[in-house]
């Protein structure tokens, strides 16, 4: 695997970047993506993000620090984006020319000419945070914003099992900078829309507990979404909701995408594989967070992924 | 004030140490309390900490670092506690004899003869991190655990805009130790049983808007804590509801304590100071996050705090 220093050295050497993200994008996707855009923007390059979906409200205030002109690009890269699938709409036709993918995770899929993993790294962000060191940009407010948002919202502020001491003195060093703290970390974590109540209510009725309480799903369809108002960009941390109930192993969250498609997400503790879950219905993630998307019956899905569970938790 | 070393040169002069805590103990005062607890006993000193309720479950696991053979005090430390009408039973007795308050409260009463207060910092433990190492006492994982759930539960896992460079810097060399970061922050931040969803529905069921949806109030009686089985101390969390409801800049949280008592919280936006709108209840806090006690009618209750909270908001 090509270093840090490598890739700092190819990145000096090119120019016309597109940096392009992963579909459903969450704030590590953005927050790096922007951060290295802007990184390159300060060397000179230009660079652009690219992102398949319109970008969550939430995260547009940092989407702004990178504009630019439009440009024909020479040098494709990808950030915290595991494998092609992730690639939605207009971002699809770079699946096979990607030059570089700088990422976190373990099941990335190899499929640039240069990755970069490291998966002990809790968010994408703590890598390109690195990298920028290295390119020798100096991090202003705007990178550092940016960053923060990608550590924040890929460890549930500080919270997830991924957390390091280095995250910690990442995010001090981004505070030093000079970023409204206050501002970002209320409007990541602590504003939560009326609408959301209303949905988060349906879905505690939905919920269902399975293997003496170790297992909890909940369901979001399409019609409990229409009657609340709620956007799918708005659901990000539905997910953690059934595994932080006091007993559970294994959380799972089905959403329904289109009548007949589900995108389900699976959340264990640490003594239970996620990614062995949702492996058997070919999705990928991390070990306590991963996820899959099912064609079908959901009373299917329900009882296959419960077979799959049982096994797995040694019921 | 007596600086930090000031205070280390007096606590190893002396011996004997009882340390007392606030009632109803959060993390702070508990883990502050236990890390300072242990380093005394580090240091070959008696000491022993003191607290009026029972500790909530969630913390009992730090509450085992620190245990040791009775005896009377000789020197008396409080920590996190701003005034002494947070001793409660057994503590009462020691309201006029505290020799050393240390605390982060910015509405300290210097109710001690050596009173050290940092409103800068986040959490008690955060100056009690800085103690200890003056003290020279090696921070193990004990400490370091006790400190951790001081800095994790007062900025809400460093979500609040309590929250500074040095919280940060502190938390990577608390990890460092070899704290078990995954266990706590589960124990502390993603554990929610099963009744407390029970609670947080009828809890939503409350909820009211006032003044175009500036301010929300939500109430807990004693008949949803019998209802759902929910006890006192694992009410913590349910301050933050309402501030956190997109739009809300005053949430104000009242629980029925016992038939005609009330105890009322308050959060606010950072435009709106929650202890000038507590201080005309005879409360106090941070200007963020204020509270009080009320002894009277309920609907009383909320036409005076509504009374008092439209003057503040201006509406």
Redesign the interface.
């Known amino acids: 695997m090509k270093s840090l220093l490598d890739i700092s050295v190819i990145l000096r050497s090119r120019d016309d970047f597109y940096i392009l993200t992963h579909k459903n994008p969450d704030g590590d996707t953005i927050g790096s993506a922007y951060a290295l855009c802007r990184a390159l923007q300060k060397m000179g390059k230009r660079a652009k993000v690219l992102c398949s979906d319109e970008i969550p409200n939430k995260y547009k205030f940092i989407a702004k620090c990178a504009e630019g002109e439009d440009f024909e690009p020479r040098f494709i890269i990808s950030v915290d984006v595991a494998s092609t699938n992730q690639f939605e709409g207009a971002l699809l036709r770079y699946s096979g020319s990607v030059d570089l993918c700088i990422d976190h995770h373990m099941t990335n899929k190899n499929y640039a000419d240069i990755t970069f993993v490291d998966a002990m790294s809790a968010s994408a962000s703590e890598i390109i945070y690195a990298l920028i060191k290295i390119l020798g940009v100096q991090i202003d407010e705007e990178i550092a914003s940016c960053l923060y948002v990608g550590l924040a919202t890929d460890t549930?502020?500080?919270?997830?099992?991924n957390?390091?001491?280095?995250?910690?003195?990442i995010?001090?060093?981004l505070?030093?900078k000079g970023i409204d703290?206050?501002k970002i970390?209320?409007i990541l974590?602590?504003?939560?829309?009326?609408r959301l109540?209303s949905l988060?209510?349906l879905i505690?009725k939905s919920?269902e507990y399975f293997f003496q309480?170790r297992c909890a799903i909940i369901v979001v369809t399409l019609d409990m979404m229409k009657k609340t108002g709620v956007s799918e960009n708005e659901l990000e941390g539905i997910a953690?909701i059934p595994?932080?109930?006091?007993?559970v192993d294994v959380g799972v969250t089905i959403r329904e995408k289109q009548s007949g498609i589900y995108r389900v997400s699976v959340r264990t503790?640490?003594d239970v594989n996620a990614v062995s879950i949702c492996e058997e219905f070919g999705g990928g993630g991390h070990a306590c967070a991963a996820g899959f998307t099912f064609e079908g019956d959901i009373d299917d899905l329900r009882s296959e992924i419960l077979g799959v569970i049982k096994e797995k938790i040694k019921v």
């Open positions: 549930g502020c500080f919270k997830y099992s957390v390091t001491a280095q995250t910690h003195k995010a001090a060093d505070i030093e703290l206050g970390n209320k974590f602590d504003t939560k829309p009326k109540i988060e209510m505690y919920l309480y953690s595994r932080s109930i006091e007993g503790q640490e």
